[in-house]
């Protein structure tokens, strides 16, 4: 099985370098901001992109994370599914623009648990999708509004993400599709 290499550390840093000053325009600035990265890489993401957010936009973003493994309409398929835990900072998202972070969006499902989980939680005034890989192949109509990087693929393909901070390594490849 073939594997390939698409985007290497600095590209993902200028990925999220992007993106961090996308979120700031389309929201005038930081306040009102919430990012809740799905874990495991989307936690890491939220977390590198709020640290740029301040950077830029010179003022903190709580950051949290947003586990949909309950709300996930997979189980049956995928049961050994562990719960991670699910943080929202203590400003809550209420009245705010949440950001869910996710590394990769294929069939839009675990955003759509997202979404299910979210209303559990609270009532924001917006909710925005940053991704780092778009790879297609969407089941249901869920659109980002921000994208690391575009990567057409195949079904039979598998696109990973790894990350220094989870993998100890860091580099998007595509690998099978023969």
């Not at 203590?90 to 705010?96: L, V």
């Not at 869920?142 to 100890?168: C, H, M, Q, T």
């Amino acid at each position: 099985m073939s594997t390939r290499t698409v985007l290497h550390d600095a590209d993902i840093a200028r990925a999220l370098t992007r993106i961090a000053h996308e979120i700031l325009e389309s929201n005038r600035g930081p306040e009102g901001l919430v990012l809740l990265g799905i874990p495991t890489r989307g936690v890491t993401l939220a977390h590198r992109l709020a640290a740029l957010i301040e950077r830029f936009g010179g003022r903190p973003v709580p950051v949290g994370s947003l586990d949909v493994t309950m709300y996930r309409d997979d189980l049956a398929q995928h049961p050994t599914r562990a719960p991670r835990p699910t943080d929202i900072p203590a400003e809550g998202i209420d009245g705010r623009t949440v950001v869910l972070v996710d590394d990769v969006l294929f069939s839009g499902r675990s955003i759509r648990a997202a979404l299910d989980a979210l209303n559990d939680i609270g009532r924001p005034a917006a909710v925005r999708l940053a991704i780092l890989v778009d790879r297609g192949h969407r089941e249901l109509p869920i659109r980002p509004d921000f994208v690391g990087k575009n990567l057409p693929s195949a079904r039979s393909e598998r696109v990973n993400v790894r990350l220094a901070e989870v993998d100890g390594e860091e580099h998007v490849s595509i690998e099978g599709g023969e």
